[in-house]
């Protein structure tokens, strides 16, 4: 995780984001959404695999965001990730701004 901006912090998620990996990193993001930060940044550049719990920390974090009044973004995604995105409506939730005005800047990238 990189902390070098407090108010943006960027998890980096590599390898699978399964069913057996996704507590911990929903988790990391009730706790850092605690601290209200502007925008929480996913780093997915090592992603290799995600399934549908996986994307339901993406939800949640969107969803929690909404709340806080913090932007999710979304960096480096491989274009599996990007397809599962686009196809189950999850795109078109993120490129919405938070409650509170404060709007994304670029919620998906391509890797």
């Given at each position: 995780m990189d902390r070098s901006d407090p108010a943006v912090p960027v998890v980096g998620v590599a390898g699978d984001l399964a069913y057996a990996t996704s507590a911990p990193l929903r988790a990391e993001v009730d706790r850092?959404?605690?601290?209200?930060?502007?925008?929480?940044?996913?780093?997915?550049?090592?992603?290799?695999?995600?399934?549908?719990?996986?994307?339901?920390?993406?939800?949640h974090a969107w969803r929690?965001?909404?709340?806080?009044?913090?932007?999710?973004?979304?960096?480096?995604?491989?274009?599996?990730?990007?397809?599962i995105l686009d196809m189950t409506g999850v795109t078109g939730l993120l490129d919405r701004s938070p409650v509170d005005g404060r709007s994304a800047s670029g919620s998906t990238a391509s890797a």
């Open positions: 850092l959404l605690a601290e209200r930060p502007a925008a929480l940044v996913f780093d997915f550049g090592g992603l290799n695999f995600c399934d549908s719990t996986g994307l339901s920390v993406i939800v929690e965001g909404q709340q806080a009044g913090t932007a999710i973004e979304l960096r480096a995604v491989p274009r599996f990730l990007e397809t």
